[in-house]
């Protein structure tokens, strides 16, 4: 600021200093005094000065006249001002002979000739009855002062632009006057225009909220009264109706008498400050709801000195330790960790990598039993202090069963080598046989030595085949052949299943295949299509009964849970009233109220009432708002409302049904909608669901293959032929999917 005004005032001296030197001149013309003596004079001067007549021609110029044109007298005498400076045959407006013709009086106008700023005055001469005799014409670089008034613009924008991103404004009171002074930082803090703004101290209380008005005014009298700098924060309202929060710094002016003359201070507005404040408080509370009720195992330890300062509930049920018996202390000195230089490798690699997880170590709880634990840890900063949070689960059930695992494991490749599979190795590129186990030599009849001198073609009834699928096996494309036929030592040809890989030994790629004789396996698939129809109404039973048990298990989670859980809040009231801190009774009155509304929840998904107590029709509206609502998938539902009686037992399977189609939905197809459709034609039912999803082309649909890889569709189709219906599906890619259950109406 001291800058800007040094600027201003070197702006107004040189002013001055023109103008002193355009009257020096006027009152020398009219002198008169001796001719060599004011051409001398005339020289001297700075600017360029020329002597017009009453019509504008130059009648004498001095030296800096000439220099600026680079002209001789001769071309400059006696030629218009207008034409010599401005290139013209005629006056121009702009010219300031022109303005003094018209007002009489002096004027002036600016102009940039050469790259250079020039300003052209022009003082009337007059004889002593006003009429006009001719003019001076003063023509003065101001090329410095342009660059200057351009730096003063320039810092008054790069000011007013920090004030608008650090979202501050300064201004300035005097008491005295009880005027004031605002930045355009203010203007944009309180929303207001310049031109709506008093500089009277009641326009700044009325945008103050009054709630904070006696506030300030108590808070500017205290520093007053101190002499120290003002420091206050206060609410202002806009007038667009926006509340924000302002933080307020001054400092007050006092007279040699002590008396307070005026303030000078800045305005930053803080309200983003302070919510984030309050989003870091929240954030506090919630990573505070999370360490103590979460399942996992929590710790925090500080790293400058390894002690314990906060553990959650699982932590203390997972050690044995309670919470008062730990804090303060070292695992060391707890004997926490089974291996202590483990301990030390951990958080060596915790401060290096900064983060930690799924690392398994062994612990001791308070008994001395060691546990396993899958440990993850990462780095916090606590009040300036580098700390470990550290979660852990107890897997100590899951080594035991690990190691019952591998105790198995090596009973069953026991028993598998003694009746293992043929293996047969051999070279990729000649195909020649390498090595074969003593199964194989069970299997084709040839012995290990025979085998050494044969090729794979020799084992083969079908070369050709063979050869493609090694061409496939090679490229690394397939690594199981369902069905081929060999043929044995005696010339019996059998169905095989091989099992391939490939890997490099010595720079070659060698084949290592599993032979397995299917000739059983074909003929038992024909038993297993027997049983299948008998499995498929077994499945359909599994269906009812799993159905029932949700049902069961739905009831008794509304009736005793549910009750229960109402009781405990009608309990928490009466208890509430009796005390006189309720903070704590709220907040488990709260808990219990979300428990309440969780069992509502699941009992529900568990088996909706809706679908015994109304209907299919009302249970498969609910059920698709209910699934596709959680996947953002816009859902219609459209039933004829014609009656549709189906026995309990099919309205069970097509309700399980029509769950399984619709979750298909929300995981798989990518849909942006989704319809449901009920309509009754004659004497069946057509359920149909559609997706404008990614679909897929239902006429490769292979129900034989899809047992395997879709159950979804393939449990549906059984239970809707159960009920001596048909599973309909029309699907493309890209074009969406519909599926359609038919099932046959009670008669």
């Not at 305005?267 to 919510?275: A, L, V």
């Not at 695992?331 to 690392?359: K, Y």
């Not at 069970?442 to 020799?458: A, C, S, T, V």
Request: hydrophobic share 40%; glycine share 6%.
């Amino acid at each position: 600021m001291n800058d800007i005004r040094r600027t201003k005032d070197q702006l107004i001296k040189e002013l001055k200093a023109l103008r002193r030197k355009a009257a020096s001149l006027e009152k020398k013309l009219k002198e008169k005094p001796g001719e060599t003596h004011w051409q001398s004079t005339f020289d001297s001067l700075n600017d360029a000065v020329c002597i017009l007549d009453q019509n504008g021609a130059i009648q004498r110029c001095n030296r800096a006249t000439k220099t600026l044109f680079k002209k001789p007298l001769s071309k400059l005498i006696g030629k218009k001002c207008w034409g010599v400076v401005y290139g013209t045959s005629k006056n121009v407006e702009e010219c300031s002979f022109a303005r003094m013709l018209q007002t009489g009086h002096r004027e002036s106008t600016e102009k940039q000739m050469k790259n250079r700023w020039f300003r052209i005055t022009t003082d009337p001469i007059k004889d002593k009855n006003g009429k006009l005799l001719g003019a001076v014409y003063v023509i003065t670089d101001i090329t410095r002062m342009k660059q200057m008034e351009l730096s003063l613009h320039e810092s008054q924008q790069l000011y007013a632009r920090a004030e608008q991103i650090g979202n501050f404004g300064h201004w300035s009171r005097d008491y005295i006057t009880d005027k004031a002074n605002w930045s355009a930082g203010m203007y944009h803090l309180f929303g207001i225009r310049p031109e709506e703004f008093r500089s009277d101290f009641d326009f700044f209380l009325d945008l103050v909220a009054p709630a904070d008005i006696e506030h300030l005014r108590k808070s500017i009298e205290a520093a007053m009264s101190a002499h120290t700098p003002l420091d206050v924060g206060y609410r202002i309202r806009r007038p667009d109706g926006k509340e924000r929060l302002i933080h307020s710094t001054a400092e007050i002016l006092f007279d040699e008498g002590n008396q307070a003359v005026g303030l000078f201070g800045i305005c930053q507005d803080i309200t983003e400050q302070r919510r984030a404040e309050e989003t870091l408080r929240e954030s506090e509370k919630r990573f505070s709801t999370i360490f103590h009720f979460s399942p996992v195992s929590i710790a925090i330890t500080r790293l400058r000195d390894n002690q314990l300062i906060d553990v959650n509930e699982a932590w203390q049920e997972i050690t044995g330790f309670t919470r008062e018996e730990v804090i303060g202390h070292t695992p060391i000195a707890l004997n926490l960790w089974a291996d202590q230089e483990e301990r030390s490798r951990f958080v060596t690699t915790l401060l290096d990598q900064g983060l930690i997880r799924g690392i398994e170590v062994l612990m001791r709880q308070k008994s001395g039993k060691k546990i396993h634990l899958l440990f993850s840890a990462g780095l916090i900063t606590i009040e300036g202090e580098q700390c470990m949070l550290s979660m852990a689960l107890d897997i100590t059930g899951r080594k035991q069963l690990e190691e019952a695992l591998r105790e198995r494991e090596e009973k069953y490749r026991l028993l598998f080598n003694a009746e293992s599979d043929a293996v047969i190795v051999f070279d990729g590129k000649s195909r020649k046989l390498i090595d074969v186990n003593n199964a194989a030599v069970q299997l084709y009849g040839y012995g290990r030595e025979e085998f050494l001198d044969m090729f794979l073609k020799d084992i083969s009834a079908e070369p050709d085949k063979s050869e493609n699928s090694l061409q496939q096996i090679l490229a690394g494309e397939i690594m199981k052949i369902p069905l081929r036929y060999h043929r044995k030592k005696d010339g019996t040809v059998f169905p095989v299943e091989v099992s391939a890989g490939l890997f490099i030994m010595n720079e070659r790629k060698i084949v290592i295949g599993a032979v397995r004789d299917v000739s059983e396996r074909l003929q038992a698939e024909e038993k297993i299509n027997r049983y299948h129809q008998r499995l498929s109404e077994l499945a359909s039973k599994i269906a009812l009964i799993a159905e029932d048990e949700r049902r069961r298990f739905a009831d008794e989670l509304h009736d005793l849970t549910g009750q229960n859980l109402a009781l405990a809040k009608i309990k928490l009231s009466e208890l509430r009233d009796s005390l006189p801190d309720k903070k704590i009774l709220d907040e488990v009155y709260q808990l219990i109220e979300e428990a309440a509304a969780s069992t509502r929840a699941l009992t529900f998904e568990l088996s909706p009432p809706i679908l015994y107590e109304i209907g299919l029709e009302a249970a498969a509206e609910w059920l698709g708002e209910q699934i596709l609502r959680k996947y953002n998938i816009a859902f219609h539902f459209d039933d004829d409302t014609r009656p549709k009686p189906l026995p309990d037992e099919a309205k069970v399977l097509v309700f399980v049904s029509l769950r399984e189609l619709i979750v298909n939905i929300a995981k798989h197809s990518k849909a942006l909608n989704a319809t449901l459709t009920l309509r009754r034609e004659g004497n069946m039912l057509y359920v149909s669901v559609s997706d404008d999803g990614i679909g897929f082309d239902a006429s490769s649909l292979d129900f034989q293959i899809m047992k395997a890889t879709s159950f979804g569709l393939f449990s549906t189709r059984e239970r809707v032929e159960r009920l001596g219906g048909r599973l309909e599906i029309v699907s493309q890619p890209e074009k969406g999917t519909t599926v359609t259950m038919v099932v046959p109406l009670k008669e």
